[in-house]
């Protein structure tokens, strides 16, 4: 992996902030064979992301935001079975992916915690979806159409709070969110007010019209699904 060399002389300072859940997520859709590539793959196409970001500004730091994989078991409502969700192929996928974060320059990890009640699970979307529009029948819900209700907390508090002391301690002049909804828009507002440059890279996902107000550009850098993969990047500023 090429490292991002860092020139303190350069007058534009950047963070990138990236809401993990979200970039794995879309990482998958964007990048072709996306589901299929193991953490290093992803890791060095999430650093190929940032320096087409910060080209010849200077890096402040990449601060990645997740909750560590699910460390607990549970007993299946369904089928009775005891789970070890320490073991399941996501926590692995996690742990690994950490691990090489923790060894690539100028990244932080910030973790969130999980809440979860052995007594709470729900129907996965997709299987919620065709019991609505009568393709699935009810009594034909087996356990592989439920799964825990994990609620992810703590990760846009912890967003938020950096976004403030970034913007208070002028350790930058601009953040870079990949990240896809609307909850860092509070932060983002006072970075602003700050007078620091607020940019947004959704993946080419998209989002609420009502979020340009809060932003000052909105640029995706990674391969637009769309374009069959072959677009490496479009910037599009106010």
């Keep these: 992996m090429n490292e991002?060399?860092?020139?303190?002389?350069?007058?534009?300072?950047?963070?990138i902030l990236i809401d993990g859940?979200?970039?794995?997520k879309r990482y998958k859709n964007v990048?072709?064979?996306?589901?299929?590539?193991?953490?290093?793959?992803?890791?060095?196409?999430?650093?190929?992301?940032?320096?087409?970001?910060i080209q010849s500004d200077y890096l402040y730091r990449i601060l990645y935001y997740d909750c560590e994989p699910a460390n607990f078991q549970a007993k299946h409502p369904?089928?009775?079975?005891?789970?070890?969700?320490?073991?399941?192929?996501?926590?692995?996928?996690?742990?690994?992916?950490?691990?090489?974060?923790?060894?690539?320059?100028?990244?932080?990890l910030r973790f969130g915690t999980l809440k979860y009640s052995s007594d709470e699970w729900i129907v996965n979307p997709?299987?919620?979806?065709n019991i609505l529009c009568g393709k699935l029948k009810i009594e034909s819900i087996n356990e592989k159409h439920v799964m825990?209700?994990?609620?992810?907390?703590?990760?846009?508090?912890?967003?938020?709070?950096d976004i403030a002391s970034l913007a208070y301690k002028q350790l930058v002049n601009r953040i870079i969110l990949i990240s896809g909804?609307?909850?860092?828009?509070?932060?983002?507002?006072?970075?602003?007010?700050?007078?620091?440059?607020?940019i947004l890279d959704p993946m080419w996902n998209h989002i609420n019209p009502s979020l340009h107000e809060h932003i000052d550009g909105l640029i995706s850098v990674c391969p637009n699904p769309l374009d069959?993969?072959?677009?490496?990047?479009?910037f599009k500023y106010k």
């Design 126 to 129: 997709k299987t919620l979806k």
């Design 78 to 108: 369904i089928s009775e079975k005891i789970i070890d969700f320490s073991k399941s192929d996501t926590a692995k996928f996690k742990i690994e992916l950490f691990e090489i974060l923790k060894h690539t320059r100028k990244v932080a």
């Design 181 to 198: 909804d609307s909850d860092f828009v509070p932060a983002a507002k006072l970075a602003r007010r700050e007078g620091l440059d607020v």
């Design 4 to 15: 991002i060399i860092p020139n303190p002389q350069i007058s534009t300072r950047t963070a």
């Design 21 to 24: 859940g979200f970039f794995i």
């Design 228 to 234: 069959n993969f072959k677009h490496r990047g479009a």
């Design 31 to 53: 990048f072709e064979n996306g589901n299929t590539h193991k953490p290093e793959t992803i890791v060095y196409n999430m650093y190929q992301m940032v320096k087409n970001h």
């Design 148 to 161: 825990p209700d994990i609620i992810q907390k703590g990760v846009d508090m912890k967003m938020g709070l």
